[in-house]
């Protein structure tokens, strides 16, 4: 009898309808250095140049006009002078990487991280440029990166999701869902939101049902679904919904025991500043906590967001047009132990060798002050992201903006660059990986990216 379930749930009872979960694990295109992803999405544009990209013209010509760019206008107007970062900047680690003191935890781990200083996007506004880097176009409707991974590779978990967002304790970022839609992928493939504080909705059996009806009740469910698809064999919708239902019933165990981060030790908890009088640095740590127990448990591709949206700039996000300075000192703490910690966890763990961690933000900011304000505008001409863990190399720089930070002049980098990169480690050609949708192939980076082979191992 057990034997006939193995072969059976395998497919390979003579005469049985292959059913294919969409969620199984599939193989790479090539060997992959990374088995698994989490991005930390800062939203609201990060500045660079008060964070990772060291400026010592900036610092020199404090409080003169950008040579060239006198009454330079912007997404919010008319510029100021340039301005020095109010944080100082000093060597860290054995690699003497040029770090700010704004995020010091972050600063202890330079040795593991590998910096891209010439990242460029499209567009100078939130939105789209948030949709540019989660899913390659500024508009809304194309799917995420994480929901493209799990369609090219499944997963490795069968009781959670392939995609996970987890939002900010603040909230969600300006584009809501869309950031880990599925777009015109099938459906299965949409990130599933929940973080820490508020876990997945709707799993838990109602009161009036008992634990055999519900079993009894999941099995005919099963046993018709199953002879419908055997007749339809073809039927991916049918499919993917059948894969949905069943992950849903898996999850109302699982996913509470993933949530359950009482079962981490003491030492766990006050590395990710899970005790910290600050709700918000606390709530960040346990969403931080959870995506290790979600990667650690098979889970494909997680996007851990840091920051939220809201109006008025820089309140609940990284928008720092008005007073950087203050607003900058709120965030940055809040970031900054819990998103070291989530680096020292996997790589204590041996999770970093087949893990890529990778920090994103939409676009940087600008060298100059808004004019009447303390605050940087918008500044998508150049700016950093950072990789570490399965296939890049440790302790390394690529590309430069310019003296001040404003634009990128050395090896400038776009965002297919970025996912063409990111697709490569995981085994996958970007140029392969594609959908047919509305009479074309549809791939993440478009029709442009090319590997950036140099920040590989």
């Known amino acids: 009898m057990a034997l006939c379930d193995l072969l059976g749930g395998a497919g390979l009872l003579a005469g049985e309808a292959e059913v294919v979960s969409p969620l199984a694990p599939r193989a790479p295109h090539f060997a992959a250095k990374a088995k698994r992803v989490v991005q930390i999405f800062c939203t609201g544009a990060v500045s660079h ?12 010509r404090n409080g003169q006009p950008m040579p060239g760019a006198e009454k330079l ?34 600063a202890e781990c330079a040795d593991d991280l590998c ?5 460029t996007s499209r567009t100078n506004t939130h939105g789209p440029g948030e949709m540019f880097m989660s899913t390659g176009f500024t508009q809304e409707g194309f799917p995420s990166a994480g929901a493209w991974v799990s369609y090219a590779l499944g997963t490795e978990s069968q009781d959670l999701p392939a995609f996970v967002a987890i939002p900010d304790p603040r909230g969600v970022p300006q584009q809501g869902p869309a950031n880990w839609t599925n777009g015109f992928l099938p459906a299965v493939f949409q990130g599933t939101a929940f973080n820490a504080d508020k876990p997945i909705s709707h799993l838990a059996r109602p009161s009036n049902i008992t634990p055999e009806a519900d079993e009894a009740t999941k099995d005919f469910l099963r046993f018709l679904n199953d ?3 055997s007749r339809h064999a073809g039927d991916s919708d049918l499919s993917a919904r059948i894969a949905s239902y069943e992950l849903a019933a ?20 006050a590395l990710y500043g899970l005790n910290d009088p600050n709700p918000i640095l606390a709530g960040f740590g346990r969403n931080c906590l959870l995506a290790r127990r979600l990667l650690e448990r098979g889970v494909r591709y997680v ?8 109006m008025g700039e ?21 970031l900054d132990q819990p998103a070291a910690a989530l680096l020292r966890d996997l790589k204590a763990r041996g999770l970093l060798d087949d893990t890529l961690v990778i920090w994103t933000t939409e676009f940087g900011r600008m060298p100059t002050f808004q004019k009447g304000a303390q605050g940087r505008d918008h500044n998508p001409k150049g700016f950093t992201a950072w990789l570490a863990g399965a296939g890049v190399k440790r302790a390394f720089s690529l590309g430069a903006t310019d003296e001040f930070g404003h634009q990128a002049v050395e090896h400038v980098v776009t ?43």
Do not use: C
């Not at 910096?115 to 990242?119: M, R």
């Not at 820089?314 to 809040?334: E, F, L, M, S, T």
């Open 49 to 60: 140049v008060d964070t990772f990209d060291y400026k010592p013209e900036l610092i020199k």
């Open 73 to 106: 206008i912007t997404f919010q107007g008319e510029n100021g002078s340039l301005v020095r970062s109010p944080w100082a900047f000093r060597p860290r680690g054995e690699s003497g990487k040029y770090i700010s003191d704004l995020l010091p935890h972050l």
């Open 115 to 119: 910096f891209i200083h010439s990242l």
């Open 227 to 229: 002879e419908h698809l």
């Open 250 to 269: 898996r999850m109302q165990l699982s996913a509470p025991e993933v949530g359950d981060l009482s079962r981490e030790s003491p030492a766990t908890r």
């Open 303 to 310: 996007t851990l967001f840091n920051g939220a949206f809201a």
């Open 314 to 334: 820089g309140v609940q996000n990284w928008d720092g047009h008005k007073r950087i300075k203050a607003d900058y000192d709120r965030h940055g703490p809040v």
């Open 415 to 457: 965002v297919h660059d970025f996912y063409a990169t990111i697709l490569h480690l995981l085994g996958l050609d970007h140029e392969k990986l594609t959908y047919y949708h509305n009479g074309a192939l549809r791939r993440l980076t478009d029709v442009h990216g090319h590997v950036i082979k140099e920040i590989l191992v």
